[in-house]
């Protein structure tokens, strides 16, 4: 079936340097794949998204690129700070469902 | 900016009670969503809704019903809970003509003892 994964748990960086948090997933029919981060003890909010159709994208500090030949998002977070630490996990979208398909989830810790 | 409110931060509930779980979103979208994450099994999609009064059963719905009478409202509902639902539950919401991300709530982390 369907499935979004993580290749890593954890990752930790060190501040000012750029991040780089990787999914993979396994349904060619997507339409949309999507960013999240998740600080302890609140709900996950949405940093970027990406169409099918596009290769990368950027927002601010951030940047999004996707492969599809492998089948393989990666999240770029540039100049990491302490408020980046959180867990970022990636989801799928494709045509006609509802429902998104979540990754487990990487744990980025920013070292001082 | 899309708002996503939701009822309790925090609720202890014993075993056998009837539990209510309240969304609320401000901006007239008709597409909210419940969800459960647990360590380890991540984000569940328990039901949906797309527009009033319709609803449609997630990946695990057993145990929960939802109840969604007016457009801005999604209740989800514990008609008898139980300690396995002890989890953080989140509603969230899916704005109209968007690609598909999901914008959420701060979560209710629910205790049944």
């Known amino acids: 079936g369907e499935s979004v994964g993580l290749h890593l748990p954890t990752l930790s960086v060190q501040e000012g340097d750029n991040s780089i948090i990787n999914c993979a997933y396994s349904?060619?029919?997507?339409?949309?794949f999507i960013w999240y981060k998740q600080e302890s003890g609140k709900g996950p909010q949405f940093i970027i998204d990406i169409r099918s159709n596009m290769d990368k994208r950027q927002g601010q500090r951030v940047t999004v690129l996707l492969n599809k030949t492998v089948k393989h998002l990666s999240l770029q977070i540039a100049a990491t700070q302490p408020g980046d630490s959180a867990v970022y996990f990636c989801?799928?979208?494709?045509?006609?469902?509802?429902?998104?398909?979540f990754g487990q989830g990487t744990r980025l810790t920013i070292n001082p | 900016d899309v708002k996503v409110t939701q009822s309790s931060r925090y609720l202890v509930k014993r075993t056998g009670e009837k539990v209510f779980l309240e969304c609320v979103q401000d901006m007239d979208h008709e597409n909210m969503f419940w969800y459960r994450q647990d360590p380890g099994l991540g984000l569940r999609l328990i039901y949906f809704s797309y527009d009033v009064k319709m609803k449609e059963k997630g990946d695990i719905p057993e145990g929960y019903s939802v109840s969604r009478e007016k457009k801005e409202r999604f209740s989800l509902i514990l008609e008898s809970a139980s300690t396995n639902q002890t989890s953080m539950y989140l509603c969230?919401?899916?704005?109209?003509?968007?690609?598909?991300?999901?914008?959420f709530g701060p979560g209710t982390r629910l205790t049944v003892t």
């Open positions: 969230a919401i899916r704005p109209t003509g968007t690609g598909g991300g999901q914008y």
């Open positions: 349904n060619s029919a997507s339409d949309y």
């Open positions: 989801a799928e979208i494709y045509q006609g469902a509802q429902k998104l398909v």
